[in-house]
């Protein structure tokens, strides 16, 4: 007898026929001896309905009342979910984050899980029970309701699964796995197996959301088993996320290819060059909360220089608010902006034994005239920022060039 976290994104929950569908499969696993836990999304467009009803009434909404009005989608599908078990005979119980609980901080919008109370979900497992877990949600210590950001349900279920010591995290979705890149940009995207640790969190921190990037995290600092694997068909492995050791197969160079349309790009230009500039930009844009990306800063001249970031494409306009005040302070001359940009990155450990990745990535969008903006490396990826109209080809062309559309 195993336990068992099953986590189910809003397609596979989007409407009462596929959450029935979720009740036989969770059902099935049960009847095998094994305990479940199932964590669920809010139904698919849910969330974003909510946000925009939020912004109906408010432009940039309260962070608390928009977790407080975001919080239901998940409420409804762990009620559904439920019903639809007991209706075949499971029993079952749900639970919103808040009655697991789940414990979060009190960053609203996009808090860190801090510890899980696993009392409630054992008594209900020992009883024979399925527990039913609301998703992407949390309360802080105040009691305020909280949530962990876009795609947290992936989060909700690795943490449960870590908080559990569960033998699988089985991520649910609509695709059957990892591919090495989305399957909906490039028809040839071909499913891996297996992918290490390492490679699925720059995947996911580049843009893949087939997992959220702190599901990642923990699964790797919890060592918790996960597998992406599809809600929709009976069969198949998925894809596992290993460490790099148990990975039994050759290493590619390249594993995959991911992107993201939500960049925005900005840029102080004439800073005085003097120690402390890069703490006082960017310390201004972390007080206010604002994740940043890439860094440049230009060789100095006329005692002189620019510097640019980037940011994600909602924090353009507040960011931009911001670096118009630094702009003052530090007597620079123009912020200029530009939201209409991508990144495209190609991620692989194989690239550490192999050199000469960088230059093959750079001649093959040369050869279609696409221009670099930016540029980022790590030991295991080359990200460049791109004018948003070249993100498809880029793709496309990054995937055939490092042979990713071809059979291994
Ligand atoms: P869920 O609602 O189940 O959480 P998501 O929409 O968040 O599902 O994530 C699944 C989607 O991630 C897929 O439909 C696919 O379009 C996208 N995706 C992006 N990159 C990849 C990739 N490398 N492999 C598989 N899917 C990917
Ligand atoms: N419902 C939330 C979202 O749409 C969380 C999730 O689906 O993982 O972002
Ligand atoms: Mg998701």
Redesign the pocket.
Known sequence: MALIVQKY??TSVANPERIKNVAQRVAKFRAQGHQVVVVV??MSG???KLIALAKEISPSPDPRELDQVCAT??QVTIGLLSMALKEIGVPARSYTGGQVKVLTDSVFTKARILSIDEGNMRRDLDAGRVVVVA??QGVDADGNVTTLG?????TSGVALAAALKADECQIYTDVDGVYTTDPRVVPEARKLDAITFEEMLEMASLGSKVL?IRSVEFAGKYKVKLRVLSSFQDEGEGTLITVEEDRNMEQPIISGIAFNRDEAKLTLLGVPDKPGIAYQILGAIADANIDVDMIIQNVGHDDTTDFSFTVNRGDFVKAQGILEKVKVELGARQVTGDHKICKVSAVGVGMRSHPGVASRMFKALADEGINIRMISTSEIKISVVLDEKYLELAVRVLHRTFGLDQPV
């Open positions: 994104g809003g999304s809010a849910e969330t974003n989608g998940e998703g992407f876009r795609g947290g349900s992936d959220q």
